[in-house]
């Protein structure tokens, strides 16, 4: 058909509301990019999950409003804000949150494109990733899928790789990696794929298919409620007690200490360097703390 006559139908289709709908299920890049092929299958099924709380809500909105100031942080060298793609082997779809031109007389011999991530955290889980050096497994792998649906979507734009940029909630400081293109996500997706059509063509669940018991991120899936495994999973590591490195946790009350002495300093209300004791008294430790 004559491109032109195409073109004329999309649109009218599209101002009689009545555009031509995919309807089989697809994941987006996030879910994606659990690390939990089960956890993608139960999504594929449309098992419930829970209603976020009203704080995670608040905070799931004041991520989506930062992630329009973020992007704005980029100027010029924005191509695209919320690139979509959809992958119909693959059955994902989702946007990118954006894609970025880094010229050469900015980035050198990095120039070219990037497929850009942002990612607000609060400041426990943006002090793990300092710590860490590195991205957060699940946010390295969401960035090699908009590095690989973009490329595949748009087959002529090159994308040379990804930019993670972190920005931490309370503080408002931020962290930026950058991220060369892992073929290793091939075979991952190629796993997906392989259980979507199980799950949606046999009924097969992906039982074996799932995260290892002792990864932290069973306890904050959706799909814990209706999942055996991952609950099995929770309750051992429950019986082993917290994860969280304890020089991480003295890094984060450090920075904490920090910013609020600067703070009250900038009101005047800090005539020196503070004691000990003071200290002690501003992170609540007592008597009993010591020894
Ligand atoms: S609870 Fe754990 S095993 Fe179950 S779907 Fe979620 S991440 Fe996967």
């Known amino acids: 058909m004559d491109l032109v006559v195409k073109l004329q139908q999309m649109i009218e289709e599209n101002i009689a509301g009545r555009a031509v709908r995919d309807e089989s299920p697809t994941i987006g890049p996030s879910s994606a990019a659990r690390g939990c092929v089960l956890a993608v299958a139960y999504e594929l099924l ?11 809500f608040r905070a799931m909105q004041v991520g989506t409003d930062g992630h329009r100031r973020i992007v704005r942080y980029f100027g010029h060298y924005v191509v695209g804000r919320e ?35 942002v ?50 909630r309370d503080s408002l400081e931020h962290l930026i990696y950058l991220v060369d293109p892992d073929p290793a996500i091939g075979a991952y997706l190629d796993r997906l794929k392989r259980a979507r059509e199980g799950v949606l063509g046999r009924g097969e669940l992906p039982l074996d298919d799932r995260l290892p018991d002792e990864h932290w991120a069973h306890q904050y899936c959706p799909f814990l409620d209706i999942c055996p495994p991952g609950q099995e999973a929770v309750r051992r590591q429950r019986a082993q007690g917290p994860r969280v490195p304890d020089q991480v946790v003295a890094d984060m009350l450090a920075r904490k200490l920090l910013a609020r002495k600067q703070a009250e300093r900038r009101q005047g209300r800090l005539a020196g360097p503070r004691s000990l004791d003071d200290l002690a008294a501003a992170l609540g430790w007592t008597a009993e703390d010591d020894g």
């Not at 992958?87 to 011999?109: H, M």
């Not at 990612?119 to 908009?146: N, S, V």
């Open 119 to 168: 990612k607000t955290t609060g400041g426990l889980e943006f002090e793990r990733i300092r710590a860490g050096g590195r991205p957060r497994e699940d946010h390295a792998r969401q960035c090699q899928i908009y590095i690989w649906g973009v490329s595949r979507y748009y087959p002529l734009f090159q994308v040379r790789g990804g930019i993670i940029f972190y920005e931490n």
């Open 46 to 56: 449309g098992m419930p999950k829970p209603e976020p709380d009203p704080r995670s």
């Open 83 to 117: 690139l979509f793609f959809h992958d119909r082997e693959y059955g994902i779809r989702g946007y990118c949150d954006a894609l970025l031109y880094l010229p050469p007389d900015f980035a050198g011999e990095r120039a070219g494109l990037y497929a850009l991530e």
